[in-house]
């Protein structure tokens, strides 16, 4: 599949289980931690190929796309500590809702950026999308559990593994 196809599906669907998140009574405690222990998955998941795929590929392709490719990184963090967070909380708790709703919004913002200007410069690069797509989907399967510390999924931080392979 091509690669950000891959991409907007994967941002189409967490966007529609945040709806779902919120077309929950407040007190439908179990279906809240099933739904967000999907979102953090899901999350994992996306960031994962993002970072380990994606952003490296395009930030070899594109020069000028190294600020964006940062600034994504910075908010992949945000998002990782919030899933990582709420992995480790109980729908009871205080500011359990407070938190999945400033996830959504992080999310929201991030994959704005990525559709407009990101994809407009994976387009432009020359990259090969079909198969970017199908490395990204073959990793994803891969990916099965939330890491709890916030941290990357394998290999330490995008940021290590760049710097490891100067
Ligand atoms: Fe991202
Ligand atoms: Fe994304």
Excluded: W
């Amino acid at each position: 599949m091509d690669a950000l196809k891959l991409l907007k599906q994967d941002h189409a669907d967490v966007k529609a289980l945040f709806k779902d998140y919120e077309n929950l009574g407040g007190r439908a405690f179990a279906g809240k931690k099933k739904l967000v222990d999907k979102i953090c998955l899901e999350l994992t998941k996306h960031a994962t190929i993002e970072e380990e795929i994606f952003y490296p590929a395009l930030r070899a392709a594109a020069p000028d796309s190294e600020d964006q490719l940062d600034e994504a990184e910075v908010e992949h963090a945000s998002v990782k500590a919030l899933v990582s967070q709420l992995t480790q909380m109980d729908p009871h708790d205080d500011l359990y809702d407070a938190k999945v709703k400033v996830l959504g919004e992080y999310v929201n913002h991030h994959v704005k950026e990525e559709e407009s200007e990101m994809f407009t410069k994976a387009r432009q690069s020359g990259l090969d999308l079909t198969a970017i797509g199908q490395q990204m989907g073959a990793r994803k399967d891969e990916v099965e559990v939330v890491p709890v510390d916030g941290s990357m999924m394998s290999g330490g931080s995008a940021t290590d593994q760049r710097s490891a392979g100067r």
